[in-house]
């Protein structure tokens, strides 16, 4: 806006405030606090030829110090996979990865479930509480995929949807984006579904770790029953397509991590938007290089450095609610052994070596004048405590066991 003429002022000192009050306006800029609230912070960046960074996340030019689990197959071979400590440290590791993959993807729009671990193992590490859990004891209650194949003795599969999964229908009502990533679970292995849905149908890219070496009833399994189950659900046709079918990524045989490499295949296909056909070429050449071992494990070094620096989005208050609930409960004091009565077992024990076997083929009556015969006597089992006595008496009582007659002494 030019500003009015006062008398005396020429057409130059007119245009030259004009120019002034032009210039102030573009150097008008907001303030730093809002401008730091209102841009977005780099995101972290893993790049295809192994090289790495933290983004605004990072504080130091030096990744974090600490220490994280990393999974080998020496530590699996050598535990016989009956180790809890181990597998809760590897569950431990997977819901992580889970937690920092969703949120690179909600950054991109894409749904994908978390899947919290056991609040605790407990149930595994004390063998006195099996006797009193009513289900499988190789079957996690709190899975680390949303739908697990299971094989019985006939070799029949069936599906079981994790109830803390994107796919419980209350879930996928409220799911906000169109495209979602499944994991699925095969005997001893885990494998991923990209699902993009369009207009007309559903495109679900389905991708297995082990490729030609993998299981291939299990894949064919999981296709119908995306056909079958996700179909309807979605009401769409399904079009099914297995990338890299021919491509075993853990083609080194020390390489346990397949969950690593499922989260290393999406990164690329939804992040960086890289196509399967490059991804495919890609892992097939660090396979021939072997490579493909230090690459899986710096990529999985790197994700538990963005844990810790807090690059991650936890599980909703309703999926840590099932896991509290899933969490085998410890048993009520009444239904595990109390200490006492070991103490009790071990008098009892004591008493009968001292007892004939035929002492307690009859039953006996209580007499009064026997109870004051006994009172002078001594006790043979001198070297038990008066109260490991006393319970163990009582344990011989309900035996129909009524008293031990002195009339012999």
Same mark, same amino acid.
């Given at each position: ?74 530590? !699996? ?274 008493? !009968? ?30 070297? !038990? ?25």
């Amino acid at each position: 806006m030019i500003p009015k003429a006062k008398a005396g002022d020429t057409r130059m000192h007119i245009r030259q405030k004009h120019k002034e009050t032009k210039t102030k306006e573009k150097n008008l800029s907001p303030s730093c606090a809002r401008y730091a609230t209102a841009r977005y912070l780099e995101e972290p960046r893993f790049d295809i030829d192994g090289r790495s960074t933290y983004g605004d996340y990072g504080f130091t030019s030096k990744p974090p110090g600490n220490r994280h689990f990393i999974p080998r197959r020496a530590k !699996l071979k050598a535990a016989g996979g009956r180790s809890i400590s181990l597998y809760e440290k590897w569950r431990l590791m997977q819901y992580q990865s889970n937690c920092i993959m969703k949120r690179f993807l909600e950054r991109h729009h894409i749904n994908v479930s978390v899947l919290p671990p056991c609040v605790n193992y407990d149930l595994w590490k004390y063998p006195k509480w099996k006797a009193v859990y009513d289900r499988p004891l190789d079957e996690d209650p709190c899975p680390d995929c949303d739908v697990r194949f299971t094989a019985d003795s006939n070799g029949k599969y069936k599906p079981k949807i994790a109830p803390a999964s994107i796919l419980i229908p209350a879930r996928w009502r409220k799911r906000v984006y169109l495209d979602t990533i499944i994991l699925i679970g095969l005997p001893q292995h885990i494998t991923v579904a990209y699902l993009k849905e369009a207009n007309s149908q559903v495109y679900v890219e389905y991708v297995d770790p082990a490729g030609p070496s993998g299981d291939k009833r299990g894949s064919d399994e999981v296709q119908m029953w995306m056909h079958s189950y996700l179909a309807p659900k979605i009401g769409k046709p399904i079009r099914f397509y297995q990338a890299a079918k021919g491509i075993n990524f853990q083609c080194d045989k020390n390489d346990v991590m397949c969950q690593t490499w499922i989260w290393y295949w999406i990164y690329f296909r939804c992040i960086r938007k890289i196509t399967a056909d490059v991804m495919a070429r890609h892992i097939y050449r660090l396979g021939c290089e072997r490579k493909s071992l230090e690459r899986v494990h710096r990529f999985n070094c790197w994700l538990a450095d963005l844990f810790k620096l807090g690059f991650y989005t936890h599980e909703s208050p309703s999926q840590t609610q099932v896991a509290e609930q899933n969490t085998p409960q410890r048993p009520h004091p009444t239904a595990r052994p109390d200490k006492k009565q070991s103490r009790v077992q071990v008098a009892i024990k004591k008493i !009968l070596k001292k007892t004939s076997d035929t002492c307690f083929s009859k039953t006996y009556a209580i007499d009064s004048s026997d109870e004051d015969d006994d009172d002078g006597n001594e006790d043979d089992s001198s070297d !038990l405590s008066q109260t490991d006595v006393t319970s163990a008496c009582d344990v011989i009582d309900e035996m129909s066991v009524t008293s031990v007659s002195s009339d012999d002494d």
